[in-house]
C-alpha cells in the first residue's frame, strides 16, 4: 500500500459552490455575478414603485381611489349624497369613531387588541352625565368622562402586561364588566344633559363644519405625531413587531404595552364627550359595536393584526371608508342587517388581503 494520500477532489469540499469546486474562477462566471434588476422581468417594476412608496403609502392611496370611487356610487345613486349637508353629516359620524380609531391603532401596532372601547364609552358616558357630576359643569363632566375612560384603560393594560392575561380575554372581559358597569349605574335608563355648554361642543360650528370634526383632526394631528415623530412610537412598533427584542433592546416592553392600553382609554374618554354631546345623553347602550367598528377601520387601513406595522392615517381612510358606505346604505334606504354583513365581509377581505401582501412580501 502506498503512503502517498490520494489528493481529494475539489468537488467533495464541503460549503463551495459547484463551480468553485471544479476548479474554476467563480468571478469570470456570470452566474455567479450578483446582477441588479432586469427591467424586463415581472417583479422589477413594481420593486421600483415600492422604492419611491412605501407599502403603507401605496396601501393609503389605494384607500383614497376607494373613497372617490365610493362618492361616484353615492352620487349616482342618491341625489343628496354631494350635498353639502350630507358630507358634513359623514364627517361628524366618522368623528367619534375616528378617535376611538387613534387609540386601537396604538393598540393593535403594539401586538394587542382591545374589544372593550364600546364598553369604556358607555361607562364613561354615564358616569359623567350623572346629576352629581353635572352639578359640577362643564369642566367636571369633560374631566369625568376622561378619568373614567383613562382608568379602565389603564386597568387593561395592568392586566394584560403585568397580569399575563391574553389581550383578547381581558378586553372581552372587561367589555362585558363596563357595560354592566353602565346599566348599572344609569338603571338602564338615559340621563339627560342638562349643561347647555357641555351640548354645544357637538352644536357649535366653525366654517360650517361641526367642532367634533375639528376635534377629530386635532387628535388624528397629535397620534399622528406620537406615533411617527417621537420614541413612544418607534417602541411601539418594536413592542409589536418582536417584544424580546425590543426587551433586549432595553425596552420595557410591559410598562409600554400598559401605557397603550391606557391611551386608548383616554381616546375613549374623549369619544364618550364627543357622543354624549350629540346624542344630548349619556346611556349604557351608546358605542355599541365600535370596537367591531374601530378594529375594522384599522384592519382596511392596512395595519397588520399581529402588531409591528400599520399607519394611522389608513386607520382614518379606514373610518371614513366604513362610514361612507353607511351613508350611502341610509341614503338608499337598505336595512341595518344589510349594513352589518356588508361590515363583515369587507373585514373578511381586508384580513384576506393582508394575508396575501405578508405572503408576497419578502421574509
Given at each position: 500500500?502506498?503512503?502517498?494520500?490520494?489528493?481529494?477532489?475539489?468537488?467533495?469540499?464541503?460549503?463551495?459552490?459547484?463551480?468553485?469546486?471544479?476548479?474554476?474562477?467563480?468571478?469570470?462566471?456570470?452566474?455567479?455575478?450578483?446582477?441588479?434588476?432586469?427591467?424586463?422581468?415581472?417583479?422589477?417594476?413594481?420593486?421600483?414603485?415600492?422604492?419611491?412608496?412605501?407599502?403603507?403609502?401605496?396601501?393609503?392611496?389605494?384607500?383614497?381611489?376607494?373613497?372617490?370611487?365610493?362618492?361616484?356610487?353615492?352620487?349616482?345613486?342618491s341625489?343628496?349624497?354631494?350635498?353639502?349637508?350630507?358630507?358634513?353629516?359623514?364627517?361628524?359620524?366618522?368623528?367619534?369613531?375616528?378617535?376611538?380609531?387613534?387609540?386601537?391603532?396604538?393598540?393593535?401596532?403594539g401586538?394587542?387588541?382591545?374589544?372593550?372601547v364600546?364598553?369604556?364609552?358607555?361607562?364613561?358616558?354615564?358616569?359623567?352625565?350623572?346629576?352629581?357630576?353635572?352639578?359640577?359643569?362643564?369642566?367636571?363632566?369633560?374631566?369625568?368622562?376622561?378619568?373614567?375612560?383613562?382608568?379602565?384603560?389603564?386597568?387593561?393594560?395592568?392586566?394584560?402586561?403585568y397580569?399575563?392575561?391574553?389581550?383578547?380575554?381581558?378586553?372581552?372581559?372587561?367589555?362585558?364588566?363596563?357595560?354592566?358597569?353602565?346599566?348599572?349605574?344609569?338603571?338602564?335608563?338615559?340621563?339627560?344633559?342638562?349643561?347647555?355648554?357641555?351640548?354645544?361642543?357637538?352644536?357649535?360650528?366653525?366654517?360650517?363644519?361641526?367642532?367634533?370634526?375639528?376635534l377629530?383632526?386635532?387628535?388624528?394631528?397629535?397620534?399622528?405625531?406620537?406615533?411617527?415623530?417621537?420614541t413612544?412610537?418607534?417602541?411601539?412598533?418594536?413592542?409589536?413587531?418582536?417584544?424580546?427584542?425590543?426587551?433586549?433592546?432595553?425596552?420595557?416592553?410591559?410598562?409600554?404595552?400598559?401605557?397603550?392600553?391606557?391611551?386608548?382609554?383616554?381616546?375613549?374618554?374623549?369619544?364618550?364627550?364627543?357622543?354624549?354631546?350629540?346624542?344630548?345623553?349619556?346611556?349604557?347602550?351608546?358605542?355599541?359595536?365600535?370596537?367591531?367598528?374601530?378594529?375594522?377601520?384599522?384592519?382596511?387601513?392596512?395595519?397588520?393584526?399581529?402588531?409591528?406595522?400599520?399607519?394611522?392615517?389608513?386607520?382614518?381612510?379606514?373610518?371614513?371608508?366604513?362610514t361612507?358606505?353607511?351613508?350611502?346604505f341610509?341614503?338608499?334606504?337598505?336595512?341595518?342587517?344589510i349594513?352589518?354583513?356588508?361590515?363583515g365581509?369587507?373585514?373578511?377581505?381586508?384580513?384576506?388581503?393582508q394575508?396575501?401582501?405578508?405572503?408576497?412580501?419578502?421574509?
Amino acid at each position: 500500500m502506498s503512503d502517498q494520500t490520494t489528493p481529494r477532489p475539489a468537488e467533495d469540499a464541503p460549503g463551495l459552490p459547484a463551480q468553485a469546486r471544479s476548479g474554476a474562477d467563480v468571478a469570470t462566471r456570470p452566474s455567479l455575478v450578483k446582477e441588479g434588476p432586469d427591467p424586463g422581468r415581472p417583479g422589477s417594476g413594481r420593486q421600483q414603485l415600492l422604492r419611491l412608496f412605501p407599502l403603507h403609502q401605496m396601501h393609503s392611496l389605494g384607500l383614497v381611489v376607494v373613497l372617490v370611487l365610493l362618492g361616484v356610487v353615492g352620487t349616482v345613486t342618491s341625489d343628496n349624497f354631494l350635498t353639502s349637508n350630507n358630507i358634513v353629516n359623514i364627517l361628524t359620524s366618522a368623528a367619534v369613531i375616528g378617535v376611538i380609531t387613534v387609540g386601537q391603532t396604538f393598540v393593535i401596532i403594539g401586538g394587542g387588541i382591545d374589544l372593550s372601547v364600546g364598553a369604556i364609552v358607555a361607562v364613561a358616558s354615564v358616569w359623567c352625565t350623572t346629576v352629581a357630576t353635572q352639578s359640577y359643569g362643564l369642566g367636571g363632566m369633560l374631566f369625568t368622562a376622561v378619568v373614567v375612560g383613562s382608568a379602565v384603560g389603564l386597568l387593561n393594560g395592568i392586566l394584560i402586561a403585568y397580569g399575563r392575561i391574553v389581550a383578547f380575554i381581558t378586553t372581552l372581559a372587561m367589555m362585558a364588566s363596563a357595560r354592566g358597569v353602565a346599566e348599572r349605574l344609569s338603571d338602564r335608563q338615559s340621563q339627560v344633559v342638562t349643561v347647555d355648554s357641555f351640548n354645544r361642543i357637538a352644536t357649535d360650528k366653525f366654517l360650517g363644519i361641526p367642532l367634533l370634526v375639528y376635534l377629530m383632526a386635532g387628535i388624528v394631528v397629535l397620534g399622528w405625531l406620537l406615533l411617527n415623530r417621537t420614541t413612544f412610537g418607534r417602541r411601539t412598533f418594536a413592542v409589536g413587531g418582536n417584544p424580546e427584542a425590543a426587551r433586549l433592546a432595553g425596552i420595557a416592553v410591559r410598562r409600554h404595552t400598559m401605557l397603550l392600553y391606557l391611551l386608548s382609554g383616554v381616546c375613549c374618554g374623549v369619544a364618550a364627550v364627543m357622543l354624549t354631546a350629540r346624542t344630548t345623553s349619556g346611556a349604557s347602550n351608546l358605542g355599541n359595536l365600535y370596537e367591531l367598528d374601530s378594529i375594522a377601520a384599522v384592519i382596511i387601513g392596512g395595519t397588520l393584526l399581529a402588531g409591528g406595522r400599520g399607519s394611522l392615517f389608513g386607520s382614518i381612510l379606514g373610518v371614513l371608508v366604513f362610514t361612507t358606505i353607511t351613508n350611502i346604505f341610509v341614503l338608499n334606504n337598505l336595512t341595518t342587517d344589510i349594513q352589518e354583513i356588508a361590515k363583515g365581509l369587507i373585514i373578511l377581505v381586508a384580513v384576506l388581503l393582508q394575508r396575501t401582501r405578508g405572503a408576497r412580501s419578502p421574509a
